[in-house]
């Protein structure tokens, strides 16, 4: 019999990855900025130059190979293709649980 285990909706905690809420952010900061580069039909090359990146950092990146690329430097990423970047913090919770963060992209 196949044992079936739900997941937790980040594939970083299922695989009990420490720092998994950092890497699932990474995860969708980097698809968007792949997704940009793609409908733009930019070569890597070109993407690096506007980012500021050197392209095989931006080609590790794009592979999901992002540990040594900040959260902040995918947000400049972000901006430098043309994109408003926001930080919303929200009100305190009532509980004394921790709060979240999320990354939310407005069409």
């Excluded at 699932?24 to 500021?52: N, P, Y």
């Amino acid at each position: 019999m196949i044992e079936i285990e739900q997941s937790t909706g980040n594939v970083y905690t299922d695989l009990g990855i420490a720092d998994a809420d950092e890497m699932i952010i990474k995860a969708q900061l980097a698809t968007k900025i792949g997704e940009i580069i793609k409908d733009r039909k930019w070569s890597q090359q070109q993407a690096a130059d506007v980012l500021r990146i050197t392209q095989p950092k931006l080609s590790k990146m794009l592979r999901g190979q992002f540990r040594g690329i900040s959260e902040t430097k995918m947000l400049d990423c972000l901006a430098r293709l043309g994109r408003d970047v926001q930080i919303v913090v929200g009100p305190a919770r009532r509980s004394a649980s921790a709060g979240s963060v999320a990354v939310v992209f407005v069409t």
